[in-house]
């Protein structure tokens, strides 16, 4: 998922000298300290009502909210809406997933008097706890699923962390606003002032990341400055994890069987995926490999013409569209399929309707620093290979990173070859579809949306419930009395959550 | 867990020019990717084979094994023999971890014509894969259970990954001598040639981590190194995942009650504690705070007295802990409590006996640089604090991440004051013990090994089952009919794993 790179965004009103900025966020962090004392220790039944709070409150303040968001992002109605309903599923799903407790993967063995080194063993009692204060930098292309009160804060709050944002400038009045209505919803629902909190400005995100306090990060943006940030972290006297969703290219491939099986539905479903929210999504298929000969330029451009023109979302998107499409429409060998439109207004925004380019497997090896980077924005590179093409090398060679990689084959085609294809693509991605096409992620329990760099920092996944992981670290207890072990692992169990037991004596069996 | 630094190292035999070193990495991590293809598709059965073939092996060559590692390391007959079996042990124990495969993770989502998000939703499966060959960066304490065959070694070979071990220069006969035997075992069992191997030397260690075929790396051993190999890690064109166990230092703390009830043990529990393998420990407890006029030096004297002379590993850790030694004892307001002895023999390998010094709180704090880093070696400083000292601070101050904390506490005391101790404990280590002492690591499911910077680079464990984890990643797969799944995620289920559905409809009950 791609957003502004830290140089084009525009200083916020809080941009003040470096010291105050500091002293800001010194306050800031100190206050999320403090409240993270209080929430770390919170039943996940405050947690799930602070959750399902905040998702009520989205919903009384929708009209206002959308209205805002529309205004500052050039996304349509209809998709902020949908945006908007997501953001209060994911809330109100972490709230179910801190009421059941699974992800506190509690583990207890016994004292083992029989254990397999020959010296009893203590009582050893394991539960996942709350990793701090946690850092989310907030996306520009999901002003509410990937901002203030969207994936990572829900999953950072479930898992009985406190947030502070750092805001997106491409929506800075929405980010306040959302903030102001959250934050409140929480600490009517009992949880501490200070549980959720935003910063604005780059220098104030860097504080944040450098903050002794700050326990772990999380980001959603472009390649140059997650990287940037990632160093950021692991420079730190002591470096905390940073989870970085950075960028992605989605490669589809579709054999000659696949293309005929779905040629009547492929065209108007790929350019749908390219172009919708005007190709600025994560999981947008930057590529579209096919059978040479394929034959479906009139069908694609057909789809495309259909496409009205979209805003951007900020100058500063627009700026990095233009740059890549003009490199890419000037690259030797590459055919233009359907040119479309990039239009500046007096303002700076940017207004397009798809670009759809095709090329050889050879121009794309040939070209791969022009190519190959991700084009955030709605447009296209179609890749033709020829029958003696090793799919599989190919995939490896040049799309080694992706969050999301799709096949479409015959509806019988499930051969040794097509499994070369998934086992593939199973490598070099966190998501493989069989038809259908990447953009439009659920949220639900198996969800993966993450994948090896660049598409994540690490593998963790920032979508779904599995992402509550990332903010959550082991934590065992040897030898301890009921009253000083955490309510998970004692074996009245009070919040009833489901405990692991290794039976006395178990690891001797062997 | 501290090592020689890289500097100390000598240049091992495979020493050669700067391009023969990287081409002969090149041809292992081949090996260990073609391996890998087969590996990964696995079942769990063959896996586990595996394992319980390489513990076999073990056994078989215990005496040869255990002569050699105790002529390359000087640790003693009975504390390898106990090692090496800890190290079968965890070796069977990943074998049954991979049997039972709860480590999959495996979620299904089925089709959901009712998905909340107001669109059906396609059939999504989540499994934890292998993430690909994995470089093991040895230790030089544990010359069998932290190093070829080792912990990091098992939990990467249960989870389906291949394995390069950067073997440590302490034991190079040893590493070697395993890496035949167990290799050789994984072969007959069924897995491929190329499963795991062995590369010497720092160039070819620095050039495994750099490899593009690597895809994780573990790694054991001093702050220097691992923070100099985390860079390494992260500065490649493509980042992976790097999981170090730098260094602990392992506060014990003692309340007054705690004082009185053991008064007895505490000593002679100490002093084995820091004694134990000369202090060659991660979890040595480095300190032990006590009340002021606590009264216990005559017995620590006696007991360290008892202590008989004890080979270090190797002549750069006993020069390293020369200095530690001189400097700690050179400090002002430094108490020596049991001076010990260092002797330095022809062959530059040190002899040591227990060090024993104590200190006030304000005196370790005024010397914090000196007095805080850990001391690989048979040393302890005694903290004493007085009656309004407020601990937990000092614990957040003083020792903010470690692998261990112990409280030793008197047996009805569990008030506020020491629940504020055990919680800050939790924060600042991955292990809380009451009473006991931390030396001593069980290999189970509730293990924790692993703690906030410096203990461990990130929070993972790399002790007990949990340790799988590291060398796992999560891929979705979204509408793919059986043939083209994993097993693991199939609706047949052929390798009888658990699998969490979540029922079609269920994501929209609120």
Redesign the interface.
């Known amino acids: 998922m791609n957003s502004a790179s830290p140089e084009t965004t525009t200083p916020s009103a809080s941009s003040t000298p470096e010291a105050e900025i500091e002293h800001a966020v010194d306050d800031v962090v100190e206050r999320a300290s403090r409240a993270f004392d209080a929430v770390s ?1 919170r039943e996940p039944a405050v947690l799930a009502a602070g959750l399902d709070a905040a998702a009520e409150a989205l919903e009384i303040h929708a009209d206002e909210l959308i209205e805002l968001a529309a205004s500052e992002t050039g996304l349509t109605t209809a998709r902020l809406t ?1 945006e908007l ?2 953001t209060r ?1 994911q809330l ?2 972490f709230a179910r997933v801190a009421e059941r407790g699974d992800h506190l ?1 509690v ?3 016994p004292h083992d008097p029989d ?5 009893p ?2 009582d ?3 539960v996942l ?1 709350p ?2 204060p946690v850092a989310v930098f907030a996306a520009s292309n999901f002003p509410f699923a990937f901002s203030v009160a969207g994936g990572d804060t829900a999953a950072a709050l479930a898992a009985g962390c406190t947030v502070v944002v750092k805001a997106h400038p491409g929506h800075p009045l929405l980010s306040r606003r959302v903030c102001d209505i959250v934050a409140l919803a929480l600490v009517e629902a009992g949880l501490p002032e200070g549980t959720l909190q935003l910063v604005e400005g780059q220098d104030a995100g860097i504080a944040l990341l450098r903050h002794p306090g700050t ?1 772990a990060a999380s980001f959603t943006g472009s390649l140059h400055a997650g990287r940037f940030l ?2 950021v972290a ?1 420079s730190r006297p ?4 940073f989870f970085g969703e950075l960028g992605s290219v989605n490669p589809v491939v579709v054999t000659r069987a696949g293309l005929q099986a779905s040629r009547d539905h492929l065209a108007a479903g790929f350019v749908a995926s390219v172009s919708g929210s005007a190709g600025q999504l994560c999981t947008k298929p930057g590529f579209l490999l096919v059978p040479s000969g394929w034959g479906l330029d009139n069908g694609l451009s057909a789809a495309a013409a259909e496409v009205p023109e979209h805003r951007l979302l900020n100058p500063g998107i627009a700026n990095g569209y233009a740059a890549r499409r003009d490199a890419i429409l000037d690259t030797d060998g590459v055919r233009v399929v359907h040119e479309g439109s990039l239009r500046r207004d007096e303002s700076g925004q940017g207004w397009a309707t798809p670009t759809l380019v095709a090329v050889s497997l050879e121009t794309l090896r040939a070209h791969r620093d022009t190519l190959l980077d991700e084009a955030f924005g709605p447009l296209s590179i179609v890749v033709e290979y020829d029958e003696n093409a090793d799919l599989p090398a190919a995939l490896l060679e040049l799309f ?2 992706n969050l999301t990689s799709t096949l479409h084959a015959g509806h019988d085609e ?1 051969g040794p070859d ?2 070369a294809i ?2 593939t693509m ?2 070099t ?8 096409w990447p953009t ?1 992620v ?7 949306h ?5 598409a994540t ?5 920032s979508v ?1 419930t ?1 992402a509550i992981a990332r903010f959550l ?9 009921d ?2 072990l ?1 309510p998970s692992v004692r074996d009245a169990n009070p919040w009833h959550v489901p405990q ?1 037991r ?1 039976a006395a004596g178990e ?1 001797i069996r ?1």
Chains 1, 2 share one sequence.
């Open positions: 220790a949908g309903r997501r599923v109100r799903l993967d583990r207890i063995d254990f397999a080194l020959g010296v063993r203590d050893l009692r394991r706890m990793v701090g326990r990632a160093h692991a002591d470096p905390i994890p080694p990173g499930t097509v499994q998934v086992r199973a490598r991605s966190g998501r493989v579809l069989l038809r259908g439009g659920a949220v639900t329990p198996a969800m993966q993450g994948g090896p760099w660049p920092t690490t593998d963790a996944t779904g599995a670290r082991g934590v065992a207890f040897q030898g301890a009395p009253a000083l955490p692991s290794c690891s062997w």
